[in-house]
């Protein structure tokens, strides 16, 4: 496509072509065995990127015809969190008690975009079994808090993938394998229009070096090793050039930031689907949706956090968040998660919604609408228990899914 004649359609639109090797989008598994098995990657070259105009897009050149080529899908490494220095009992008090007191009602409670459930339908893909070190825990665990006191619950969201790969909502998220350089690392991510992944930026760049990941490969509803709908390679990502340059507002540089968001457009199988027309994708919420006026919600977070089976399952964590304005409005929660977990979705009214009866409806009622994704943790001092999130706006989700879609509208239609 011409880059000219894009970057009219598009904007503030930034096509930059890379040389990193990915495969064309395909659901089939390998021959033999139909186990997907790892090749060498090659080593990535950091890609200037033009300090200017708002969303930077990167075009993923197809070298390669099997999906997850370069993975090592059984030893890959759970993407390390952003880490911010632990704060104490006290000023995690206080902190709360900024974000509850003085704080303006808002007029208005913010936006969203609807999902859909998806037709349900499998093309399983066995990857094999992840190297499994941690032992055999409870099926639930109770609830509980770290030095913040900010009381959470994460459990295992299934344990043989019957509930993640067969109901929606869980199994529009998912597991999110990529390089760098000859390493092959874990995040989390989920679908938010039928061919669009979102995740954080840091598992896409490394802040404010003007420098990719390489090979993403997106696999919903992952769960111990098997693909239940297949893996799908990436065309390309999309994420904000503040984040690229290290101009975005951070509390703390690279970690605590307005825009750690990052959008991958999927490559259609040969028949043309996208995964979410099987697996459904979540709506997304911005600018405050589902928040009350004083910044307070209810947050299901979900991902694949090394530290916790491996990896190897799906994990739910459900606590109330609130927004903090020390850290440029980034939303906390707490949680038990770590590294693997990041860009996983942090969702308001997650679940299948009921019928109701004698009573009605809140008043930002929509289901299985994300509103952020696991941006950062306390992961240098495990005791704080707490994570925050780059708080979705007009100016981040929303101006990425314009250029997606607006490059791709059949991955969002």
Not at 4 to 18: D, E, H, K, Q, Y
Not at 234 to 242: E, I
Not at 384 to 404: C, D, R
Request: overall charge negative; hydrophobic content about 35%; some cysteine.
């Amino acid at each position: 496509m011409n880059i000219r004649f894009m970057t009219t359609f598009l904007g503030l639109l930034v096509v930059i072509a890379t040389d990193h090797v990915l495969a064309q989008g395909s659901t089939s598994s390998s021959p033999g065995n139909g186990k997907v098995r790892a090749r060498p990657a090659p080593v990535p070259v950091p890609v200037p990127v033009p300090k200017s105009g708002v969303v930077s897009s990167f075009v993923v050149q197809s070298k390669t015809t099997h999906p997850g080529e370069g993975i090592d899908f059984v030893h890959a490494k759970g993407m390390e969190l952003p880490a911010l220095a632990p704060r104490s009992e006290l000023q995690a008090h206080y902190d709360l008690m900024d974000a509850l007191q003085g704080r303006p009602q808002r007029l208005y409670p913010g936006a969203f975009s609807p999902g859909a459930h998806g037709h349900g339908r499998m093309t399983p893909v066995n990857l094999g079994v992840p190297v499994i070190s941690a032992s055999d825990g409870d099926e639930i665990s109770s609830q509980d808090y770290g030095t913040t006191n900010h009381p959470f619950a994460t459990a295992r969201a299934d344990l043989d993938g019957t509930v993640t790969s067969n109901v929606y909502p869980y199994r529009a998220a998912g597991k999110l394998f990529f390089n760098i350089g000859n390493g092959s690392y874990i995040c989390s991510a989920s679908l938010i229009k039928r061919g669009v992944a979102v995740t954080a930026a840091h598992c896409v760049a490394e802040f404010g070096k003007n420098q990719l990941h390489s090979n993403w490969t997106f696999v919903p509803a992952y769960s111990n090793g098997v693909a239940p709908y297949g893996v799908w390679s990436a065309q390309s990502v999309y994420l904000l050039t503040s984040y690229l340059d290290g101009s975005d507002p951070c509390s703390t540089p690279g970690v605590s930031c307005q825009d750690d968001v990052a959008l991958i457009l999927l490559n259609p199988d040969a028949a043309g689907n996208y995964p979410g027309s099987a697996t459904g994708w979540y709506g997304y919420g911005y600018d405050g949706y589902g928040f009350s006026g004083s910044g307070l919600t209810q947050i299901t977070q979900i991902g694949y956090p090394a530290c916790l089976d491996s990896g190897a399952l799906m994990e739910r964590n459900d606590s109330y968040g609130y927004v903090s304005a020390t850290q440029v409005n980034n939303t906390l929660i707490g949680s038990l998660m770590c590294g693997g977990s990041s860009g996983g979705p942090w969702l308001v009214n997650f679940g299948v919604a009921p019928a109701l009866s004698g009573t009605t409806p809140g008043a930002a009622a929509n289901s299985n609408v994300v509103v952020g994704v696991s941006s950062w943790g306390y992961t240098t001092n495990t005791l704080p228990k707490e994570m925050g999130s780059s708080p979705f706006t007009s100016g981040n989700i929303v101006t990425l899914v314009n250029a997606v879609c607006g490059a791709a509208p059949a991955a969002c239609n």
